[in-house]
């Protein structure tokens, strides 16, 4: 309706300037006289304007005139596509221009002009799979979703096409949320090119939602030998999926094919703390306690992590607080300076109720690097030693508002997740999780990790939440380390 009207008021401004213009044209005094043959021709300034427009249109139809005379004498000697090439050079060069007009304006984000165009590019063409690209992307420009995904099934009919095809309904579906059907699509468009980093990275992080593992190290082994993925990387997350396959086993009762797994995934990632943890705690299965000890330290000197040090404790879990020192000791000698050592360290001196050994172990760290897990350790010392209720409290509030400390975060966007996945649960990013400090208002804390009882013989006092801050130490519980 708009645009009618805007034609309509064009087509009124046109007219009234012509008209104006006609009228000075006749105002003007003077002409000029032509003598031919003896005839004089005197003409107005108006008709010496329609002449001069007249002389102009006489001259193209002139070349068109004697481009058709040349096709019509190419033909009679024998050319016999000669005047059909005449005629379709016209209609490819006005379709050419209606494309070229079609794609700025797509680009320009005008989506009704670029369908507009592209009707007229392909009533002059006649070459779909230039023309329905165009019209299928200015249909999605413009909301016009039941256009496009006609159009892309048109593109499935030609196999120049059929990728494009795939992959534009394939993104209609992921839009709407219909992962079934995007990860059909999705492996169809990898079928047809297999090479396409784009596709790759669609089908992978798919198939890892779905838990197809199996499918996943597939399309991950693909990007490695297309070029698109380092090789590091791609030991890494083949690392991960490996290890979600463990997961999985162990999930059906497969106890010994996810222990093998599981070491599978430890050899390819070393440092990946939860195939650390699930591979020890095979070996701790088969009662090989060297093997389980030698992956937490690799893992460890790496990655300090209170998961290690857990499972670093279940390889003797009946010893004694003074021999569960002396193991311990052999885990953090490369990393005696990293916080995680530091507490570690003073809750196994609480744990052997060494309190001043806890608090040498704990050294600097709550006034350099303050957290509710070190502050608690701290209320937990002073307590051992006899410290007042009002100097433990003190340590306890404190660790009310203090940052909570590393915590999985997702790379890509932020979304603090509870325990390690191989995907985020919130933006479905593959291999993004990372143990490292999350900004200082978040609040969310892992779990699954064992705590250390921090008032030992009393129960917390109604007015203090001790309960919430106890719950921030991620530490081994106390009847392992006894």
Same mark, same amino acid.
Request: hydrophobic content about 45%; charged content about 25%; aromatic content about 6%.
């Given at each position: ?42 003409? &107005? ?16 139809? *002139? ?24 005629? !379709? ?32 590019? !392909? ?17 999605? %420009? /413009? ?36 992962? !079934? /059907? ?6 169809? +468009? ?35 030998? &297309? ?18 396959? +463990? ?21 390819? &990632? ?7 943890? %699930? ?30 040090? =857990? ?20 885990? /953090? ?24 050994? =806890? ?24 307590? *051992? ?25 997702? !790379? ?35 779990? *699954? ?10 129960? +917390?006092?109604?007015?203090?939440? &001790? ?16």
């Amino acid at each position: 309706m708009l645009w009618s009207l805007i034609k309509i008021l064009a087509f009124v401004l046109v007219v009234t300037a012509l008209t104006y213009g006609g009228t000075q044209l006749m105002e003007v005094d003077g002409g000029a006289t032509i003598e031919v043959a003896g005839q004089e021709v005197t003409l &107005s300034t108006l008709e010496m304007v329609f002449a001069f427009g007249a002389l102009v249109v006489a001259v193209w139809l *002139g070349l068109k005139l004697l481009k058709l005379c040349v096709a019509t004498f190419k033909f009679l000697n024998g050319d016999e596509t000669a005047i059909s090439r005449y005629f !379709d050079r016209n209609r490819e060069r006005k379709g050419y221009e209606a494309l070229s007009e079609g794609m700025m304006a797509l680009a320009s984000g005008e989506g009704h002009l670029a369908m507009t165009k592209a009707a007229r590019a !392909d009533k002059y063409l006649q070459q779909p799979q230039l023309t329905n690209l165009l019209t299928a992307q200015a249909a999605e %420009m /413009t909301g016009d979703r039941k256009t496009a995904e006609e159009t892309y099934k048109k593109l499935l009919t030609d196999d120049k096409t059929r990728f494009v095809g795939v992959r534009g309904i394939m993104k209609q579906k992921l839009a709407d949320g219909d992962t !079934d /059907t995007a990860m059909a699509l999705a492996q169809k +468009a990898f079928a047809l090119k297999p090479k396409h980093e784009e596709t790759q990275d669609i089908l992978l992080r798919l198939q890892a939602e779905k838990s197809d593992w199996a499918g996943a190290r597939a399309t991950l082994g693909a990007k490695l030998k &297309s070029g698109s993925l380092p090789r590091d990387v791609h030991k890494r997350r083949d690392a991960v999926l490996a290890l979600s396959e +463990a997961r999985d086993i162990l999930g059906d009762g497969k106890t010994i094919e996810a222990r093998e797994a599981a070491i599978e995934a430890n050899r390819l &990632s070393p440092d990946l703390i939860p195939a650390a943890i %699930m591979a020890a705690r095979g070996y701790i299965g088969e009662g090989n306690a060297r093997y389980a000890t030698r992956v937490l330290t690799k893992a460890w000197t790496a990655q300090p992590h209170p998961d290690i040090a =857990a499972a670093f404790a279940e390889i003797v879990p009946d010893e004694t607080s003074e021999a569960r020192l002396k193991r311990f000791r052999t885990l /953090t000698k490369t990393t005696v300076d990293h916080p995680e050592t530091k507490m570690l360290m003073a809750e196994l001196h609480i744990t052997a109720e060494d309190f001043p050994a =806890a608090k040498r172990a704990l050294g600097d760290l709550v006034e350099k690097d303050p957290t509710a897990r070190n502050l608690t350790l701290m209320a937990a010392i002073e307590r *051992g030693e006899g410290a007042d209720d009002s100097v433990v409290r003190g340590w306890l509030t404190k660790a009310l508002t203090a940052p909570r400390g590393p915590q999985w975060i997702c !790379d890509n966007c932020q979304h603090i997740h509870a325990t390690w996945e191989p995907t985020c649960t919130n933006c479905g990013s593959f291999d993004t999780l990372a143990w490292k400090t999350p900004p200082a208002s978040e609040v969310a804390m892992p779990a *699954g990790t064992e705590m250390l009882p921090l008032i030992v013989g009393q129960a +917390a006092e109604p007015a203090l939440p &001790s309960t919430e801050v106890i719950d921030e130490a991620e530490v081994i519980e106390g009847e392992e380390v006894k």
